[in-house]
């Protein structure tokens, strides 16, 4: 006899967690939810980590290239939004509904690793930052700093249990507190832009030729718009298809400008070798160096609010990914807890468990922010590739088009989000694509756990494949890590 699947309520019909529920979002609060997701620690310390591997001309290169890829992908969760609107969690749905349980999963798991990690690089940096005020806490990974970061990082924790609301309208003013102090920074390094300092060490040969520096700014863009998907998670609160369109295409945009504007001005007013030199947040140095302590102290107090605020909404983010996705049975049930408030307690607990951990292991391991978020860069590259390929499945096949409805377009930058995620998978390297091996093969036995609390059949023949294969380069990977030819962070 045929097992029957257990029968699991469609996401749509889920609260979002932390939400209050009420009228739709318009293009305003979309538009910031987008922003504001992508705007967190990254853009304060872009001149220093563009500037560690690569030029101005690499530099330049390097945001073509992600201008182009992220552009496609932006076209993808635009045009998916309106194709598949019953799907409502995320880059996860999409990648389960073109290509399967097991598929859909990994994407699930890198969406949810990569959110937390991340959490771990802002703690990181968030103290950095006070570290300019307070020497105690260094660079952000002095014992200090651990204790101070998982003060936040609880008290963060018992706020959303207790039923802590991410309105609209405060998030919102957030994203315009965070972008003022950008703007302000792009004003005042323009006003002091020397053409002859932009030009000296214009190719930077000492640290490689051009694609070794291209490559060497690929981890530190995609960070920088990881977030840019935040419309599509929450398409389901949308007033209109149509808005979470819009605001996705005006975030992308608006970050662009802001994030190019920022990593190229910096190389007017100090060389390559100073920009790599100076400690994080950088922004912070430059500022410093054009208009004196005051700069730095702005920037500063700039990242710690901006940092606050992304930590609270990607908490939420992290523990909503696998919430949700046990809804519909990719996670185990496990996942699913709620409490009195409606908060998604039991991932909650789970994520802010691992958080704490890999704080602790950060300052063992005298991790940097750099190396941390590179990791959680290269996680979230499994949804963002295979949200890129359904939508140039749906595109080849005509699924969900009209006879006559043209395609082309959306072919278009399908393939451009998918050959730009695989560039990106490339230009990881090794080294961080082995540490995503040892995080996602343990996800292996939670999706077993799930397709059996579904009476599901666990693997298809080509997905047993895929996960022998996992396993196998995790293994190699521990192994590598054993011998120390590779360090875990």
């Not at 967690?17 to 967190?40: E, N």
């Not at 937390?116 to 014992?143: C, D, I, M, Q, R």
């Not at 992304?310 to 996942?335: C, K, N, V």
Request: hydrophobic content about 55%; overall charge negative.
């Amino acid at each position: 006899m045929t097992a029957v699947p257990k029968s699991y309520p469609s996401v749509s019909a889920m609260p979002v967690a932390g939400s209050s529920g009420g009228g739709g979002l318009g293009v305003l609060p979309l538009t910031a939810l987008v922003a504001g997701s992508m705007i967190g620690a990254g853009v304060f310390s872009l001149p220093q980590n563009m500037a560690s591997g690569a030029g101005p001309l690499a530099v330049i290169i390097g945001w073509v290239i992600t201008g182009i890829g992220m552009l496609g992908l932006a076209f993808v969760f635009q045009s998916l939004a309106r194709r598949r609107p019953d799907l409502d969690a995320g880059p996860y749905a999409y990648a389960r509904a073109g290509f399967g349980p097991f598929i859909g999963f990994n994407s699930a798991w890198g969406y949810w690793l990569s959110a937390w990690l991340g959490n771990v690089s802002y703690a990181v940096v968030l103290f950095g930052a006070l570290g300019y005020f307070f020497p105690a806490f260094g660079e952000g990974n002095t014992l200090a700093a651990v204790i101070g970061a998982s003060i936040v990082l609880w008290a963060i924790h018992f706020l959303i249990l207790a039923g802590i609301r991410q309105a609209a309208l405060a998030n919102t003013v957030a994203t315009v507190a965070k972008i003022a102090p950008v703007i302000l920074f792009i004003i005042l390094v323009a006003a002091a832009f020397q053409v002859e300092t932009f030009s000296l060490d214009w190719s930077a040969p000492a640290l490689g030729d051009i694609l070794t520096q291209v490559k060497s700014t690929m981890l530190v863009t995609l960070w920088a718009f990881i977030g840019i998907e935040g419309a599509s998670v929450v398409s389901g609160r949308a007033r209109d298809r149509r808005d979470v369109s819009i605001a996705t295409m005006t975030g992308f945009l608006l970050c662009l400008v802001l994030y190019s504007a920022v990593s190229l001005l910096a190389f007017g007013t100090l060389s390559q070798t100073e920009l790599a030199a100076l400690s994080n947040p950088s922004m912070a140095g430059v500022l410093e160096h054009v208009v004196g302590p005051w700069g730095a102290v702005l920037i500063n107090l700039a990242l710690v609010v901006s940092v606050l605020g992304a930590f609270l909404a990607w908490t939420i983010f992290a523990a909503e990914i696998p919430y949700a996705a046990s809804q519909d049975g990719t996670m185990p049930e496990f996942f699913g807890g709620t409490n009195e408030s409606q908060s998604p307690s039991s991932s909650l607990w789970i994520t802010n468990g691992l958080v704490q951990i890999f704080l602790i292991i950060a300052f063992f391991q005298e991790s940097t922010y750099e190396a941390l978020f590179s990791i959680a860069s290269a996680a979230i590259l499994v949804p963002y590739v295979f949200s890129g390929a359904y939508a140039l499945k749906l595109a080849l096949t005509g699924e969900r088009y009209t006879p006559n409805e043209s395609r082309t377009r959306d072919f278009v930058f399908g393939a451009i989000a998918t050959i730009y995620g695989v560039w990106l998978v490339y230009a990881a390297g090794p080294v961080f694509l082995f540490m995503c091996a040892v995080l996602y093969a343990p996800g292996i036995v939670i999706y077993i756990i799930a397709r059996l609390e579904q009476n599901a059949p666990v693997f298809t023949a080509l997905e047993a494949l895929l996960a022998a294969g996992l396993i196998a380069l995790a293994g190699f990977a521990g192994w590598l890590m054993w011998t120390g030819s590779i360090s875990p962070l």
